[in-house]
């Protein structure tokens, strides 16, 4: 149980292309989603945290108008990255948490995001 | 927020045990999180403390002093496949009553023959 589906898990891309990768919840409902980028040998840093149906709460640094964050149902959240440019590639992973108890997070397999 | 540290690398022999500690500084802990990741995947999650004490599970072991901020991932019977990198997240309680995990930088842990 508890698994995390996130797609695309490679993408390459021209800069100033948008990019959208999907994160679904396959057999709970996701409460809250959380979306880290990481780089290489570097810890996951959180980008923002959203809750079903309202809008996401970004950490300071991260650029709402860069990175769209879309929490539409209880299993599906999106993060679009607009206009990427050779600075956005990086290794984003979202995870899912249902409720605000002693849950744990369960993780996507990741996106590895290459802009040219 | 959090200050979490973990140590960078660990090398172990297979069949050995081998601990990992992580510490931290928090404001309003609300439980610590050890997580396990292989290169170029996401992160699988391993064990949840929220009180002080030992939680074990098969090989492996997480503890917990909350008045020291301590925390210690415990291996046994190392194999080979145990070769990647664990993260300690600590989670608090954030503005507004959600409960937000931080996570420290990893320790990569390495066993050879």
């Known amino acids: 149980g508890a698994v995390v589906s996130q797609h695309p898990s490679w993408v390459i891309c021209k800069s100033g292309t948008s990019v959208k990768i999907e994160c679904r919840s396959l057999?709970?409902?996701?409460?809250?989603m959380f979306w880290y980028r990481q780089f290489p040998k570097q810890s996951l840093m959180l980008m923002a945290t959203s809750n079903e149906g309202s809008k996401a709460t970004y950490e300071q640094g991260v650029e709402k108008d860069k990175f769209l964050i879309n929490h539409a149902s209880l299993t599906l959240s999106t993060l679009t990255v607009t206009s990427a440019h050779p600075e956005d590639s990086s290794f984003y992973i979202c995870?899912?948490?249902?409720?605000?108890?002693?849950?744990?997070?369960?993780f996507g397999d990741g996106t590895r995001l290459s802009i040219l | 927020g959090q200050n979490i540290d973990q140590p960078t690398e660990m090398t172990a022999t297979e069949g050995a045990i081998v601990q990992i500690n992580c510490t931290y500084q928090t404001s309003g802990f609300n439980g610590l999180f050890w997580y396990q990741q292989h290169a170029g995947e996401a992160p699988t999650f391993l064990s949840y403390n929220v009180l002080d004490g030992l939680e074990e599970k098969g090989r492996f072991s997480s503890f917990l002093s909350r008045s020291k901020g301590y925390s210690y991932l415990l291996l046994k019977e190392l194999q080979m496949k145990d070769s990647a990198s664990y993260l300690c997240a600590v989670r608090d309680q954030a503005s507004g009553g959600s409960y937000i995990p931080t996570f420290g930088r990893g320790t990569s842990l390495i066993v050879h023959p």
């Open positions: 057999d709970f409902q996701a409460t809250t």
């Open positions: 995870s899912a948490r249902t409720g605000l108890g002693n849950q744990p997070q369960h």
